[in-house]
């Protein structure tokens, strides 16, 4: 059977990732830091479990992650080749007015960055309605989310094994060959008690037998389809929740003789279950 056709690959046009993102703060001062710590030092102003932005912070980045598939729901993924940050939207189809490989450029005055289990997050003010950042309107989304090109390229990931992963790659797209899934079975799981699509967790083993997390969302259009079998090659966003990393997959990316084809990207009717803080 044919391989999928995957988004990226070694032949791919590199995404024009900027290698240092200018912040600037204010109308009269700015800084500029380099290609290691924009991210950092970002989130480095969430000391507790939120911060409120109240200075003109503006940083650019690339979407390398939405819900075209369903994989990120009400969230868009960004990052440069510094790292990335997850940014919470109450709106779907985001991956219309934001494709992936789109640059952008974030307003962060007025919104609120969020500890969510040990990772920063963007988005506002933090409610009781579900866990993380509040999500920003859509109707307000256009002031904090501002596209710089219509343009999109192929998106080229860097390549990791599990022992490499470390939390300056959260939120960052990545690559992972030669693996297989220890537990065969969809993707998804059914709730038990109203068999629709649940988020699940299912084992990806390396050649040497080490194991690393793939979190599938229920939203997913692909949820109730069976996981690949032999060895190949997954691509995806890493993310974080207490002390534990997890794949989460990006643009339905997996390469493996056994896929013929992607399915059809569409609003899917399941539903995402973040997990919830224990702290």
């Known amino acids: 059977q044919p391989k999928t056709r995957k988004i990226a690959g070694a032949d791919a046009p590199a995404i024009p990732l900027p290698l240092s993102t200018t912040i600037f ?51 868009l993924v960004v990052e440069d080749t510094s790292g990335g940050i997850s940014i919470a939207v109450d709106a779907t189809e985001l991956y219309v007015d ?15 960055l969020c500890d969510y289990g040990g990772k920063v997050m963007l988005g506002t ?29 192929p998106l080229r990931p860097r390549t990791f094994t599990f022992g490499e992963v470390d939390m300056r790659h959260t939120d960052t797209y990545v690559h992972f060959e030669g693996v297989r899934f220890v537990q065969q079975g969809n993707w998804c799981d059914p709730d038990p008690e109203t068999g629709r ?24 259009t ?14 995806g966003i890493i993310d974080y929740f207490n002390g534990k990393y997890t794949l989460r997959i ?26 919830k803080p224990t702290r």
Request: hydrophobic share 35%; charged share 20%; glycine share 10%.
């Open 250 to 275: 990006a643009n339905r990316e997996v390469d493996f003789a056994t896929v013929a084809a992607r399915p059809t990207a569409c609003p899917s009717s399941g539903g995402y279950s973040a997990p």
């Open 222 to 235: 692909y949820a109730t389809e069976p996981v690949p079998q032999g060895t190949g090659s997954v691509y």
């Open 98 to 112: 934001y494709p992936v490989g789109t640059a952008v450029t974030i307003h962060c005055n007025g919104l609120f």
């Open 25 to 75: 703060i204010g109308r009269a001062s700015w800084m500029s830091l380099t290609m290691r710590s924009w991210y950092a030092a970002l989130k480095s102003r969430c000391t507790g479990a939120q911060a409120a932005v109240t200075e003109d912070i503006t940083i650019e980045g690339v979407v390398t992650g939405n819900d075209l598939y369903g994989e990120f729901y009400k969230t």
């Open 197 to 220: 699509p649940a988020t699940t967790e299912r084992q990806r083993a390396d050649a040497s037998g080490r194991e690393f997390t793939v979190r599938t969302a229920g939203t997913c």
């Open 125 to 153: 003010r933090p409610t009781d309605e579900y866990a993380g950042p509040g999500r920003i309107p859509q109707a307000e989304a256009v002031l904090y989310l501002r596209r710089k090109q219509a343009e999109t390229r």
